[in-house]
């Protein structure tokens, strides 16, 4: 529904019979004419809205979802009501409804709660900012190698561990290295090598230099991911 003009075989539909059509959309949907008076909504427009009734123009609609206005392109503002659960949030999308001349005869809200979304949203931020935290403290960093394009990539953590200047430059494998002491570098690249087939060997202890020259001792722990449960990525 959300990629289709509404159209309707007669000139102009009643009020009831656009209702007829809204209650079977499960998510909240609204009508207005072209006026922009809201002319007919379903249940669960109602039951997100509960003083909601015909005749209120869209720009008040607007405004009881903390909007200006309901523009054509979605916004990244969202529609948001309280309810006895807390604040819901609703993206929205705009679309026309048109008579069988293909002419404008008003235009269809279509509202879709994200509020669960951005629940997880937050939760992931806070999650994420934990781990950082917990990072800080125990001195332990995650690092992501690529096997399909090379790319190395350090969590925030990696400063702490590596040193900022390190942690930025280490983009690959070889830049890594670079920082890796002489005596340790071709046992960290024996290491990555078999890793990267597929090897058993998972843990690894060597000495690397920082950007202040000096000398820090790693323990790295890796965990190897599988394309289809065979390729090594």
């Not at 949907?29 to 509960?50: C, F, K, Q």
């Not at 005749?55 to 405004?63: C, K, P, S």
């Not at 070889?174 to 570098?185: C, G, K, P, Q, T």
Request: proline share 3%.
């Amino acid at each position: 529904f959300a990629h289709t003009v509404l159209r309707f075989r007669e000139r102009l539909l009643s009020p009831a019979s656009w209702g007829h059509v809204t209650q079977h959309i499960a998510d909240p949907i609204l009508i207005a004419d072209e006026a922009g008076t809201l002319v007919s909504y379903n249940e669960a427009a109602r039951r997100v809205i509960p003083s909601l009734r015909s005749g209120i123009r869209m720009t008040d609609l607007a405004r009881m979802g903390g909007l200006a206005s309901f523009e054509d392109q979605p916004q990244e503002e969202l529609f948001t009501v309280e309810s006895d659960d807390g604040r819901r949030s609703f993206s929205y999308e705009l679309m026309d409804v048109t008579d069988w001349r293909d002419q404008r005869i008003g235009r269809a809200l279509l509202l879709r709660d994200v509020t669960f979304l951005l629940r997880r949203e937050d939760q992931l931020r806070q999650t994420q900012t934990q781990l950082e935290r917990a990072q800080a403290i125990t001195r332990v960093s995650f690092w992501n190698w690529d096997l399909r394009t090379g790319e190395l990539e350090a969590s925030p953590g990696g400063d702490d561990v590596l040193g900022s200047e390190l942690a930025r430059r280490a983009g690959s494998l070889d830049a890594y290295l670079e920082y890796v002491h002489a005596e340790d570098r071709k046992v960290v690249a024996a290491f990555a090598r078999q890793l990267s087939r597929g090897g058993a060997e998972r843990i690894i202890q060597y000495r690397v230099v920082d950007e202040r020259g000096e000398m820090r001792y790693i323990e790295a722990r890796a965990e190897l991911t599988l394309y289809e449960q065979v390729v090594p990525v």
